[in-house]
C-alpha cells in the first residue's frame, strides 16, 4: 500500500509496507523515537522476527511513514484475539510533530481493522492519555476505558472502532481493491 498525505503544516507523508530495506531506519527509530503506543523494552525487529510477527497471519501488519526517503513514523497492528486487535507499535521520528505523522498510521490501522471486521482495538498507551485519547477519537475510535498495565506502561487503553465512521477524510481513504492487495501481500 502506497498513499501520500499532506498537512497544511508538513511536507508529503507517504504511508507503505515495512520492507527489508527499512530495517536500519526502523532500528534507529525504535532507539531514539518517541513510542506514542507500544511495548516496553521495545522488541527486537530482525526481517526474521517481522516476517513471522506482522506477515506470516494477514491481519497483521506493519506500515511506516516516510517523508523524502526518510522513515518518520512506524504503526503495527496484530490480531490479539477474535474481533480485536492490538496496535502493537506506533512510534514516530522525535525531530516530527507526534500528532503529523500518527494521525495517517492510526487511520490507515483503523482501515484495516474496519477491513477484517476488528470490532476493538487495544493499545499499551505510553503517550500522555489526554493527547491519545484525542488522537484516536479524530481516528474515528470511541474510548472505551482503561486498565492498569504494571511494568514500563501506565495503561492499556480500549477502543470500540466506530463502524458507522470510515476513519479520515478522503485524501486518505483507501479504496477496498488497495486494501484487499495490501492484505494479501506477503513481504
Request: with cysteine; net charge negative; proline share 7%.
Amino acid at each position: 500500500m502506497d498513499e501520500s498525505i499532506t498537512t497544511l503544516n508538513t511536507p508529503p507523508i507517504r504511508l507503505r509496507t515495512l520492507r527489508a530495506s527499512d530495517e536500519a531506519a526502523i532500528a534507529a527509530l525504535l532507539e531514539q523515537g518517541q513510542p506514542l503506543v507500544g511495548s516496553m523494552p521495545v522488541p527486537a525487529l530482525t526481517p526474521h522476527t517481522v516476517k513471522a510477527e506482522y506477515f506470516d497471519h494477514p491481519p497483521n501488519h506493519l506500515w511506516v511513514a516516510e517523508v523524502d526517503d526518510l522513515v518518520v513514523g512506524l504503526a503495527g497492528l496484530v490480531h490479539e484475539q477474535p474481533m480485536v486487535a492490538r496496535l502493537q507499535l506506533l512510534y514516530i521520528d522525535s525531530d516530527w510533530d507526534a500528532a503529523d505523522v500518527a494521525e495517517p498510521l492510526l487511520q490507515t490501522a483503523v482501515r484495516h481493522c474496519h477491513y477484517f471486521g476488528y470490532l476493538k482495538l487495544v493499545a499499551p498507551a505510553v503517550w500522555p492519555t489526554d493527547e491519545l485519547l484525542a488522537l484516536f477519537s479524530r481516528c474515528g475510535l470511541r474510548f472505551t476505558r482503561h486498565r492498569e498495565a504494571g511494568g514500563h506502561l501506565p495503561c492499556v487503553l480500549e477502543f470500540y472502532v466506530d463502524l458507522y465512521r470510515r476513519g479520515g477524510d478522503a485524501t486518505v481513504m483507501a479504496t477496498a481493491n488497495t486494501e484487499a492487495e495490501q492484505a494479501g501481500s506477503v513481504r
